[in-house]
């Protein structure tokens, strides 16, 4: 990767945000892009968001702002933080700080005029990355070399950017696996260590966040088994952690993008049963989305390995198959077999496995022939005899192969129901 110190991409350009310069750069104040913007442009990753920070107080950016013809919304003005929509187009405006004093999970700050001072406070050397209304690229902590090397390294003393905020102690690692390569810096991944008892200061939702990205990041097979090894997985997740088959898990994004799903990633990170997911749904506040998609995911997985282990290759035939899809759906069939995919580490190039995922995406799905009204309509009771006479259906119909219909299947459910 070539190192730039200036930056030529088509979103600095913009008509959207060249309206926010105009406006804000007036006197003596300054206004430059901070943060993911410059890092994610001089990686030649996507940018998403467009952070800004000025010299500018939030009252004189509201005003300006107004007076441009903007929207400012005073998102997080007591913290210095003015959102300015232009042209549709949302930017996130905060003025220069330096902390007074930080609390583990937030800090009484000052706004300022200096952007070291700025700058010491935040995270890490590559999210410290300024660059001017005309691309400069403005470097005070030595961001770049990190940036070259994929090396993700707190600005200053380590252990005290993490006191100032504990999740920094997650954002290390989501960073790593997201940006960097190697090793974790040393002086980082020591200090994170010694500081994991201060996660318990931070709430379940700020956790829960920080992990969805975290485990669905590039490199987060091995960062996983960095932060087991130094007793944070285990912390977070409070419960036994799985290594093995999450790094199974990973080693098929190539075949399959929904080994990167952050609800089937934290699934099998689980090393446990349907207790064990509950409990991991509830620590982290889960929504109930992905609640049910987790429990699915290790059921249908489960159902597949045992049926694997027992010699039942015919689980991954087309009459398999079906009733997976039947029983799940689409997408809970595709999650359970890579659960057991991942579980059993066929490893991506198995040949049965990659024929079932790929039959599993393209066949219809089965859909069973009879309903109560036409079991009513044939003299079913409604009640409990409807729904053993509909139970014993779907019965006859799976053992058929899907093969038997509407009209069979009546008849047989009534002869074998005693009606």
Request: proline residues 4%; aromatic residues 6%; glycine residues 10%.
């Amino acid at each position: 990767m070539t190192m730039s110190a200036r930056i030529t991409d088509d979103w600095l350009v913009a008509p959207s945000l060249q309206a926010v310069f105009a406006a804000l750069e007036t006197g003596d104040d300054r206004v430059r892009v901070v943060g993911g913007a410059v890092r994610n442009t001089l990686l030649g990753l996507p940018v998403t968001d467009i952070d800004l920070s000025t010299t500018a107080e939030p009252s004189v950016v509201m005003a300006r702002a107004k007076a441009h013809g903007l929207k400012p919304v005073p998102t997080g003005f007591d913290h210095g933080t003015v959102t300015i929509v232009s042209d549709g187009v949302p930017y996130e405006v905060t003025t220069l700080r330096e902390d007074v004093e930080t609390h583990g999970r937030s800090a009484t700050v000052r706004f300022g005029r200096n952007w070291q001072h700025d700058a010491e406070r935040r995270d890490f050397t590559m999210n410290a990355l300024y660059a001017d209304r005309d691309g400069t690229v403005f470097d005070p902590v030595g961001g770049l070399p990190d940036l070259k090397a994929r090396h993700v390294r707190f600005i200053g003393d380590a252990s005290r950017r993490i006191a100032e905020d504990y999740l920094r102690i997650l954002r290390f690692f989501r960073f790593h696996a997201q940006y960097g390569v190697g090793e974790l810096n040393a002086e980082g991944l020591r200090a994170v260590t010694e500081a994991r008892a201060g996660l318990s200061h931070l709430s379940a939702e700020r956790i829960g966040m920080e992990l969805r990205k975290l485990v669905s990041a590039p490199g987060a097979a091995d960062t996983v088994e960095v932060m087991h090894d130094a007793g944070i997985l285990q912390y977070v997740l409070a419960t036994p952690a799985g290594t093995k088959p999450f790094r199974a898990l990973r080693a098929l994004d190539a075949v399959a993008a929904e080994s990167r799903d952050p609800a089937l990633c934290l699934a099998i990170l689980s090393d446990g049963g349907t207790r064990e997911l509950q409990q991991l749904a509830d620590h982290l506040r889960l929504s109930n989305a992905e609640r049910k998609r987790m429990i699915a995911s290790l059921e249908a997985g489960r159902a597949i390995r045992a049926r694997l282990e027992a010699g039942e290759r015919g689980v991954l035939d087309e009459l398999g198959l079906a009733e997976l899809l039947y029983r799940h759906g689409r997408a809970l069939a595709v999650d359970g077999l890579l659960y057991a995919w991942a579980e059993v580490d066929a490893g991506p190039e198995d040949a049965g496995f990659l024929r079932a995922l790929e039959r599993l995406r393209v066949m219809p799905l089965p859909v069973l022939p009879v309903s109560g009204a036409d079991l009513i309509a044939a003299g079913a009771r409604p009640g409990p005899d409807l729904g053993r006479r509909l139970k014993q259906a779907e019965s006859l119909w799976l053992a058929s192969g899907f093969r038997k219909d509407r009209v069979a299947l009546i008849a047989e459910s009534a002869e074998r129901t005693g009606d």
